[in-house]
């Protein structure tokens, strides 16, 4: 079995800053792509940032000179830091992971889900 843990979110200004980390552990033999989603209410699932086993970054574009991702392959962590956050930021983040198992098949993983709320 694989978990991914989110820790993180919370309250926040606009303007101000959060850091999302993620953790993935079990039965992992590699894993692929790492990334962050995000759900506001009645909105659908959308990425947020995305990053490859080999480093490279994908942002939406909502988001794009604000946020950072970033992994740590040997902690089969993944980061999100999050700067100059908008009210429009306001949603449930999912970490979500491309993981090969001890099977050496592939499977989608996500998070349970933290909340992030920019409001004054």
């Known amino acids: 079995q694989v978990q991914l843990v989110e820790s993180g979110g919370g309250l926040v200004q606009p303007g101000g800053s959060l850091r999302l980390s993620c953790a993935a552990s079990g039965s992992i033999f590699s894993i692929n792509s790492m990334g962050w989603y995000r759900q506001a209410p009645r909105k659908e699932r959308e990425l947020v940032a995305l990053?490859?086993?080999?480093?490279?970054?994908d942002y939406a574009d909502s988001v794009k000179g604000r946020f950072t991702i970033s992994r740590d392959n040997a902690k089969n962590s993944v980061d999100l830091q999050m700067n100059s956050l908008k009210p429009e930021d306001t949603a449930v983040y999912y970490c979500n992971a491309l993981i090969a198992t001890m099977d050496l098949l592939e499977y989608e993983y996500w998070g349970q889900g933290t909340q992030v709320t920019v409001s004054s």
């Open positions: 990053i490859t086993s080999g480093g490279s970054t």
